[in-house]
């Protein structure tokens, strides 16, 4: 794993607005053309509006025109792994190619490298609707 990703997602974890969980999260992406984005989780008094790391990630690739995840950390602190949540695992997958490595880190390295079938096997996805968009993900 690249540890300037891990640096992004550290810089951007430092950045959430957690003040409910006080769990501050950063993820960043590494995009199909080799540029990297990032984001944090932003919370919000009404509980269910928050948006989770991975996703203010994903917007800010979108936003960008790119549509392609080769690499996405993860990032929190504790004893646990800060794997991605059920929403975010199908985020994650609708710009997911088969390679797509997603990290799981704290900030002091890497702990777990998942593939996207290993987080959500035999998962929907935009094949389903023949929607070839991404023409990648192959199972
Ligand atoms: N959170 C993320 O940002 N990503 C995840 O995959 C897990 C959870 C955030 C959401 C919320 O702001 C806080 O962590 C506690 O759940």
Known sequence: MDQKLLKLAIDAMQNAYAPYSN??????????????????????????????????????????GERIIL??????????????????????????????????CDPDGLRKTYTIEQLLPDSFGPKNLSNNHINAFQS
Do not use: W
């Not at 950390?73 to 797509?100: A, M, N, W, Y």
């Open 23 to 64: 769990f501050q999260v950063g993820s960043a992406i590494r995009s199909s053309s080799g540029k990297t984005y990032s984001g944090a989780n932003v919370e919000n008094a009404a509980y269910p509006e928050g948006c989770c790391a991975e996703a203010s990630a994903i917007s800010a690739m979108i936003l960008n």
């Open 71 to 104: 690499d996405i950390v993860v990032v929190g602190k504790g004893d646990d792994l800060v794997t991605p949540c059920g929403g975010c695992r199908q985020k994650i997958r609708e710009f997911s190619i088969q390679d797509t490595h997603v990290y799981v």
